[in-house]
Every structure is written in structure tokens, then in C-alpha cells.
């Protein structure tokens, strides 16, 4: 072997231990990227080749190429499962495998909400679950309006159905509202156009009067009672009094209300102005909509509150004092 020929295999050999150095320390040396903590949700379907060139654009690692041949060789059975993804700032592109072959977070949240619960209540579990801000959903939830049986409500309170909801983490704001009213929608009771005319109420306004029943009655076969109790006292211009639209009003929730409570300046003022207030006080669920489109027949015009979940319903006012003597002194 000549001189010249011994010096060419001596360059190559320097060359490729040098290429080997770089492309070893590009791999688990370099933690340049990503420079902050990143997120980042891998759909159902994708395949290294796509979760590389994703990571690449949301500069969580330098070449995606690079990447998918350093998996070929230090993890090649890798399938990257459909979750979400968080990456600490500054790791090396072995980091980033690790996490990958570790498995994320599911990518969809389960989210239960309660019957009953007002838009901020749901704001606020949406928030705790990591989904996006509180205020991103009120923005929305108080912003967007629907046309429901013909008639456009002012906003989406008592629309956004109290269920329990599968949601991709991805999910905005409201793409997340319109899933709980499309489903609203299906809840309604099969005859609710025909028993709104039969009322002479609109749908929205209907909804408003399930939203006081959902929060007022606390057993199953009071509900409709309620409701007639409710109707009943609207034809005849009389002020609801209804403590929980005074509790709606109030900027923090009370246990127990005050007379002075009860003069709040507010259109939910139910003890103050007659008919229902401007929109519901909660989201209701399916049980307190029935009622309030098919509502019981009575001449019934008071209630309180006896304990053990129940109401005394009176028909006169005599009645009702001789209630409230006997259950709230």
C-alpha cells in the first residue's frame, strides 16, 4: 500500500469518526431545542416519519431525518401511540425517543358536568382538566348565541348540556361549547315544538324555567310539580321568588341568603321584577326539561322547603305563612 493511498484511507477513517462524533453528540448531546417546554399531540394514524417532522416544526428537535434514522437503529420496534406529548425544554433527541417510547397522555379527556352546573362552574372544570383557560370558554360560552325552536338565545347558558363528554385535548373553546349543545339538542323531549305553542312560552324562555327547576328541586317527583307551580304564577304576573335566580346573581355563591340579598339590583331578581329572569340560571339536565315542558296541572302557587330534599306546596297565601312558620322558624 503506497504512501498516498495509506494517507487517503487515514483521512476517511478521521473523517467518518468525525461525522460519527457530530451526528453522536447532534443526537444525545445537543439540547439547544426546544427552547421552553412544548406540547405536543400526536393524532391516531401517524407514523414516525409524520411524528418527526411534526416535532421538527414545533422545534422540539433540529432534523427530523436525523431523528427517524437514530430510531431506526436505537429503537426499532417504536410505534408512537396517539397522545399528548410533553417535552421539558432543552433535551436531546435520545430524551425526546424516551419520552415517546414511554407513552403520553391520553389524547382525550373525559369530562363529566354535573346537572345544574352554570357556564363558570363548567369554565372552571375544563380549566382543571388542562384543557384551556376558564375565561376562553366564558368569552365563548357568554359571546355565542343559538337558534333553538326558532327563537335565538342571547347566550349559551342553559344550553350546554350536563353530560359526560369525550374531548380531544386539541379541542378549542368552542368547538367544545358546540359538542355540549349539539347534544343538548338531542335531549330535548321528542314533542318540545308542539308543547311550547301548547304553553305559549319559547323554547328559550321554557329552557330558563328548567333551569330554575334544576336548581330548586331536590327529588324526582317534584320536579313537574314545580314546574306548575312556576307556570302558574307567570299567568298570573306574579314575581317567581325564586332564592336560586338571587344566588345567580350574586358575584360568589351564599349558603344562606339575606333580606338584604334579596333587594339586589339585578334583572335575575326574581323577588323584584315578574317573569323569568333574561336567560337560565344553570345548564339542566334532561329530567328538569321534561318538566318544565310537560309541567303537572295544579293550583298550586307557593312552596318552601321542608327538609329531607322536599317542598310544602300551598295554594294560598295563609297556606304558605303557616309553611313557613312551621319549616324555616
Known amino acids: 500500500m503506497t504512501r498516498f493511498v495509506r494517507l487517503l484511507v487515514a483521512v476517511s477513517v478521521a473523517a467518518l469518526l468525525v461525522a460519527a462524533a457530530s451526528l453522536t453528540w447532534f443526537v444525545l448531546g445537543d439540547r ?87 357556564a363558570r362552574q363548567i369554565a372552571h372544570r375544563l380549566e382543571e382538566t388542562g384543557l384551556f383557560p376558564a375565561a376562553d370558554f366564558l368569552h365563548v360560552a357568554f359571546t355565542t348565541s343559538i337558534v333553538i325552536g326558532g327563537t335565538r338565545t342571547k347566550n349559551l347558558e342553559g344550553f350546554l348540556f350536563p ?29 318540545y315544538r308542539l308543547a311550547a305553542r301548547h304553553l305559549h312560552f319559547n323554547v328559550p324562555q321554557i329552557v330558563t324555567l328548567a333551569s330554575l327547576i ?71 339536565g334532561r329530567a328538569s326539561l321534561v318538566a318544565a315542558f310537560h309541567p303537572r296541572k295544579t293550583d298550586y302557587l307557593y312552596y318552601v322547603y321542608m327538609g329531607n330534599g322536599r317542598h310544602k306546596f300551598s295554594r294560598t297565601l295563609a297556606e304558605q305563612q303557616r309553611a313557613e312558620r312551621l319549616y324555616l322558624h
Open 32 to 118: 439547544s431545542l426546544p427552547a421552553q417546554p412544548t406540547t405536543a399531540i400526536v393524532h391516531k394514524g401517524s407514523g414516525v416519519a409524520e411524528v418527526a417532522a411534526q416535532l421538527q416544526q414545533q422545534d422540539v428537535i433540529r432534523s427530523a431525518g436525523l431523528f427517524r434514522l437514530y430510531l431506526r437503529v436505537a429503537h426499532p420496534q417504536l410505534a408512537v401511540e396517539a397522545a399528548e406529548y410533553t417535552f421539558a425544554a432543552h433535551e436531546t433527541m435520545g430524551d425526546v425517543a424516551r419520552t415517546l417510547a414511554a407513552g403520553g397522555r391520553p389524547a382525550i379527556v373525559w369530562l363529566t358536568i354535573p346537572e345544574g352546573f352554570t
Open 163 to 191: 353530560d359526560t363528554y369525550s374531548i380531544p385535548r386539541d379541542a378549542s373553546p368552542l368547538e367544545v361549547a358546540m359538542m355540549m349543545t349539539r347534544q343538548f339538542a338531542r335531549e330535548l323531549p321528542r314533542d
Open 214 to 284: 334544576e336548581r330548586e328541586a331536590r327529588v324526582p317527583d317534584e320536579r313537574a310539580l314545580m314546574a306548575g307551580v312556576y307556570y302558574n304564577r307567570l299567568r298570573r304576573n306574579m314575581p317567581l321568588e325564586v332564592d336560586a335566580t338571587i344566588e345567580y346573581a350574586l358575584p360568589q355563591h351564599k349558603p344562606v341568603l339575606s333580606y338584604e340579598d334579596l333587594k339586589i339590583d339585578s334583572p335575575y331578581n326574581t323577588y323584584l321584577h315578574a317573569g323569568l329572569p333574561p336567560t337560565p340560571i344553570a345548564n339542566p
